[in-house]
């Protein structure tokens, strides 16, 4: 548009009117007819499409409990909101990673993988953002220390939304204190961090982090994954386990957070009421020879079964007649909730969201830290069967009402609508997942 600026401009009546009649010498134009007026409509406004949100974990061997929330994750959120993706660094060559892959595969989750050749790879940074900047990532959602750290940096070239999961904190080892320092001091710069207990929620208030960006979300199962095929006398039979038996298990990694030696501690104890008791260890980990020697030593190897690692311990929860937790230290534990789900009454140290999940004791046993009375405390669930099926009762309803997988991810969801300013509506649909591939680092 012309600016045009016009200064000490004067007109006289001789200036309009040359003849001096003070009359327009020529004939006023004809009186044109109104038109209608014309109100164009608002511009429509267009549904925001689907955000893409890249779930960032850090894993060596098989991966543990988180692996269960991340993979399920894309089939349960809306896909016309947000549209889900997962990438995993890993040490290269590492055999673990087939099994996670497989899980990917199976619950139809992108899996981008990323093979470092030691811890301080700085190639996997790079790998990182290309595919941040390729999937177009709107939210960053990491998992632990690592990737809490490796989205702040990233964050600075190319902009996004960084969401974490506190999944809980170790501190057996100085290795594992630093990285609890660390994770601390990320969680500080991110738009929510999200807590799978309420004791976290503390923790995360304790360490600096605004209670405005905390948000409880409890872990959740897929119930139908877990609903049984066998009753608990056919499903021992099957492996081969006497029906005499009291067949108690523990589910999880041989490591001294999970304190697997309590377990086998208890069993002296145990058995001087109870000689049908009977302890199912069921994982693997840096502890195994450790705890083959303390069970040596107590004089309790006829009873107890090892069965080593298993990435599906289904057929094992319906053989049990109790699940033992012992762990020193846990967020959520997805044992417990699988254990509920397929009616195994839980006994298990107060860490983490146990309390919660237990409904405070109406729905299995909190075991105190005296674990010369874990015996006592678990004996009425082997002499009182009323009390074993109240807890079996009490427990898969729980679990179906409060801990649903569907229930857990509209809430995960409702946070990202909040860190991207966005309304719940549901988006425009969205194209197909990529295909899972390896990246480069």
């Known amino acids: 548009m012309w600016d045009f600026k016009v200064k000490n401009l004067k007109l006289t009546a001789a200036d309009l009117f040359p003849d001096g009649s003070g009359q327009v010498d020529r004939p006023l134009p004809k009186k044109r007819k109104a038109r209608p007026t014309v109100v164009l409509p ?3 406004s267009r549904k925001p499409s689907a955000a893409n949100v890249l779930h960032v974990r850090v894993v060596a061997g098989c ?3 988180p692996e269960k929330t991340i993979l399920r994750s894309p089939r349960y959120a809306d896909p016309a909101r947000y549209k889900m993706s997962a990438a995993y660094i890993y040490p290269e060559g590492d055999p673990g990673m087939c099994i996670i892959r497989q899980s990917a595969q199976q619950f139809n989750c992108p899996l981008y993988e990323v093979a470092e050749t030691h811890a301080l790879d700085h190639h996997s940074l790079r790998a990182l953002l290309e595919l941040c900047r390729e999937l177009k990532v709107d939210i960053w959602h990491g998992h632990d220390y690592k990737s809490n750290l490796i989205g702040l940096l990233l964050k600075r070239y190319h902009p996004m939304k960084l969401v974490t999961t506190a999944h809980g904190f170790t501190r057996e080892t100085w290795r594992t204190r630093l990285y609890y320092h660390i994770d601390n001091l990320a969680m500080l710069g991110y738009d929510r961090v999200i807590t799978v207990s309420p004791k976290l929620i503390k923790h995360c208030a304790n360490h600096g982090v605004n209670p405005e960006r905390l948000q409880y979300i409890p872990n959740a199962i897929d119930t139908s994954e877990y609903a049984r095929s066998h009753n608990t006398t056919d499903a021992k039979a099957r492996l081969g386990i006497s029906g005499y038996r009291f067949a108690i298990g523990v589910i999880g990694r041989f490591s001294p957070e999970k304190a697997v030696d309590r377990a086998i501690q208890m069993m002296p104890g145990l058995l001087r009421d109870h000689p ?22 107590l004089g309790v190897v006829d009873s107890i079964q090892w069965w080593g690692w298993q990435s599906d311990a289904r057929e094992i929860y319906e053989a049990l007649d109790a699940l033992v937790l012992p762990s020193r230290t846990e967020g959520l534990p997805n044992v417990v909730l699988e254990a509920m789900a397929m009616g195994v009454p839980v006994a298990a140290t107060n860490v983490g969201g146990v309390s919660d999940l237990l409904d405070h004791g109406r729905c299995g046993i909190i075991l105190g830290d005296d674990v010369s009375r874990w015996p006592e405390q678990i004996s009425p669930l082997i002499s009182n069967p009323q ?52 990246l480069a680092a």
């Not at 020879?289 to 040596?296: D, I």
């Not at 427990?395 to 997988?405: I, T």
């Not at 509209?410 to 197909?432: F, N, Q």
């Open 387 to 438: 009390l074993h099926s109240e807890y079996v009762l009490r427990s898969q309803k729980r679990v179906h009402d409060s801990f649903s997988f569907k229930k857990r991810m509209d809430a995960v969801m409702s946070v990202y609508d909040e860190v991207l300013g966005r309304s719940s509506k549901s988006a425009s649909a969205i194209p197909a997942h990529p295909t899972p591939r390896r």
């Open 276 to 297: 049908m008791a009977e302890l199912h260890l069921v994982g693997d980990g840096p502890e195994r020879k450790k705890l083959e020697a303390q069970a040596m030593s």
């Open 42 to 44: 608002k511009k429509l």
């Open 63 to 65: 991966g543990g409990g």
